[in-house]
Nanobody, 123 residues
Framework: QVQLVESGGGLVQAGGSLRLSCAAS????????MGWFRQAPGKERGFVAA????????YYAESVKGRFTISRDNAKNTVYLQMNSLKPEDTANYYC????????????????WGQGTQVTVSS
């Protein structure tokens, strides 16, 4: 069992930055690949970024490439999402999730989910 708690969301102006954190419980955190997803009102939950268990490989949605960076610290059981050059269209509730699967951009691949943290970008 893995429990995930996101933090770091908030209100920021366009062009600004935020760093999201996702703290995981359990001693097996380092065996899971981790992903960040987001969901805006009236829209489906969508892939943002993912990182393999070792941190050796990262993956991004096209819409955030070059602006967002995913990283992890297995010693701290934490995964991060650094978000720069934020745009109003980045406004959403952001979720972290854990999986032992390989299709890291798919919502259905993830077993454990956090409750989300709201990010609002004003224009």
């Amino acid at each position: 069992q893995v429990q995930l708690v996101e933090s770091g969301g908030g209100l920021v102006q366009a062009g600004g930055s935020l760093r999201l954190s996702c703290a995981a419980s359990g001693r097996t955190f380092s065996s899971y690949a981790m992903g960040w997803f987001r969901q805006a009102p009236g829209k489906e939950r969508g892939f943002v970024a993912a990182i393999t268990w070792s941190g050796g490989n990262t993956y991004y949605a096209e819409s955030v490439k070059g602006r967002f960076t995913i990283s992890r610290d297995n010693a701290k059981n934490t995964v991060y999402l650094q978000m720069n050059s934020l745009k109003p269209e980045d406004t959403a509730n952001y979720y972290c999730a854990a999986t032992k699967g390989t299709r890291l951009s798919r919502v259905s691949e993830y077993v454990y989910w956090g409750q989300g943290t709201q990010v609002t970008v004003s224009s």
